[in-house]
Each structure stands twice: as structure tokens, then as C-alpha cells.
């Protein structure tokens, strides 16, 4: 299995895009933190987590059509490649996320912008202040970041046995120790 170094590396050989650096270690973070809760290799479900998007920026219009050839080459396994294709469940592949890591990549991709969206509204621009209320609030308003689709966070939550609350719960925990990386730290 490559390092987070090589990940990164192969991230960017493939991206150069600020925002999706910042989401790629957002998803990574919360893919860290559902593994160590459920006793899992943080590291691995952590990669996933990080390259779940190595396509994205150069092929939007065939997102996860390209991951594959991206991915086997460079030394990850088929159930890693899995992974990372089942986050696009129902919008881009047809690979249902069955595995508790799919599960929760599936769930948490959406859901780590859409916090990421809720932090930089707020007056200190940060996740570290950030409660579950407003963020439930802002997810029952459909005009507020509307390209995210919430259908699939409620059906990522659906899959894990978790209400939407202790999802986002969970997904705000994990991004706090990243908040710096991420820029979401703000003025705290």
C-alpha cells in the first residue's frame, strides 16, 4: 500500500485546485475518525478518504470513470478502488456501497462541504465553534448551498444506522483537528 506521501503525490499530479485540496483532507479526516470508532485501519480508510476525488478536476463531466486507471497503477487494490467508485452511488457509478468504509465515504463526501459551507457563513468562519443545530437548520433550507445534494447524506446516514444528527455530529468532531489544514479555523 503506497504512503499518505505518494497519496498526496498522485493527488496532486492529477489536481492543483485549492477547494479540493481542502475537501480531499476534509473527507480524509472524517474517514479517520468512522475508522477509529469502529476499530478500523485509520490510515487505509484515511486514503480513501483522500483520493476519493483524483479524478475529479481534470474529468468532472466522467467523475470516477478515470479513478481506476488512476488507482491501479499506482499500487492501490481492487477494494480500495471500490471504495473510492461506491461514493458516486446513484449520481455517477453504479457501485453500491455495501463495505461499513463505502458506507461511510458515501456519507460523509457531501456532508464535509455542506459543514464547509455552514463554518465560512458563521462570523467566526470556523468549524471549531460550530453545533449540530445550525448545521440541521441550514440542511432543512434547500436554497442554502443547493448543488449539494442532501439526499444523499440522509441516505449515507440511512445506510450507517445513524440519525442525521449524529452523523453531522461526527463529521464536525473530525474536522475540528483539521480545521487549520482545512481553513476552517477562522478567528478562535
Known sequence: MPTRDEALELWRRYNDDDYLYRHA????????HFAAKRGEDPDYWGLVGLLHDVDYQKH??????HSREILGPAGYDEAFI???????????????????????????????????????????????DIEVKSVTKKFKTPAFAAK?????????????????????????LALRPVAAEIGLKGCL
Open 25 to 32: 483532507l476534509s473527507v480524509e479526516a472524517a474517514m479517520r
Open 60 to 65: 468532472p463531466e466522467e467523475h470516477l470513470k
Open 148 to 172: 449539494i445534494d442532501r439526499s444523499v447524506i440522509q441516505n449515507g446516514a440511512g445506510m450507517l444506522g445513524l440519525s442525521l444528527e449524529e452523523l453531522i455530529q461526527e463529521t464536525i
Open 82 to 128: 471500490r471504495a473510492v467508485l461506491s461514493h458516486g452511488y446513484g449520481l455517477c457509478t453504479e457501485v453500491e456501497p455495501l463495505l461499513e468504509m463505502e458506507k461511510v465515504l458515501y456519507a460523509v463526501d457531501e456532508l464535509t462541504g455542506f459543514i464547509y459551507a455552514c463554518a465560512i457563513m458563521r462570523p467566526s468562519k470556523s468549524v471549531l
